[in-house]
């Protein structure tokens, strides 16, 4: 049964650090890993997502990258702004279905 | 960019009553899922489909019931609402095309129930 661990639970840094939000899961045998971001109260909004056969995908100041042998994944956010707070989820696929992390809270001072 | 979309927003009901969540997307997505979380809690799959006339049950064990008469439509039942209910659903789809099987989520469907 698929497992998926995110370290740390919360982060609070100071605006404009480099920061890494960390995903473990047990089996390699995905589909492919996305990182989703999650506001209190709403839905999750889609940030990247690595297919299985691809190590990493960037979108502006956010660079994620997928090792699937280890069942690792890391997201990397660059810079970071009081509007970078949020829940940031981290979910695998395989089949028809989504695994999600419990998330990494975390909170950029000003 | 896609959409996908939850109704009501915010539902406060009392125990005993029939409750239906909608949920409706206009990217002709083939599956569609229901998720369960509760504040500061992960996800739970409860119920998804493959397609029209598929539903099939999630890891998490639910009293709900689901529908896919249309390709578009997911809607999610409660015959009988109990406040052990009251929780947040969420609703997704994902498909193929140049998305590569993202998954797009609503804005989610707050219950309580007293």
């Known amino acids: 049964k698929q497992e998926v661990t995110q370290i740390p639970a919360a982060l609070s840094v100071p605006e404009g650090e480099n920061l890494v939000l960390n995903c473990s899961f047990t089996?390699?045998?995905?589909?492919?890993l996305q990182w989703f971001r999650q506001d209190p109260g709403k839905g999750l909004t889609s940030l990247l997502l690595?297919?299985?056969?691809?190590r990493e995908q960037t979108s502006g100041r956010l660079n994620a990258s997928l090792d699937k042998s280890s069942g690792r994944s890391t997201l990397y956010i660059a810079a970071s702004q009081p509007g970078d707070s949020a829940t940031y989820l981290c979910?695998?696929?395989?089949?028809?279905?989504?695994?999600f992390g419990a998330g990494t809270r975390l909170f950029v001072k000003a | 960019e896609a959409d996908i979309y939850q109704t009501p927003r915010y539902l406060v009901i009392g125990t005993g009553k029939k409750i239906t969540l909608e949920c409706s997307q206009t990217?002709?997505?083939?599956?569609m899922y229901w998720y369960q979380q509760d504040p500061g809690m992960e996800l739970h799959l409860i119920h998804y489909?493959?397609?029209?006339?598929?539903?099939e049950k999630g890891d998490l064990s639910s009293e709900s019931t689901v529908s896919r008469i249309r390709t578009e439509h997911f809607p999610l039942t409660l015959e009988s609402a109990r406040p052990s209910h009251t929780s947040q659903y969420l609703c997704?789809?994902?498909?193929?095309?140049?998305?590569?099987?993202?998954?797009?989520f609503g804005s989610g469907t707050q219950l309580s129930v007293l």
């Open positions: 997704a789809s994902s498909g193929q095309g140049a998305w590569g099987e993202k998954l797009f």
């Open positions: 089996d390699s045998a995905i589909y492919n």
């Open positions: 690595i297919q299985s056969s691809q």
């Open positions: 979910a695998v696929t395989g089949g028809f279905k989504t695994i």
């Open positions: 990217m002709g997505h083939d599956k």
């Open positions: 489909s493959y397609g029209v006339n598929s539903t």
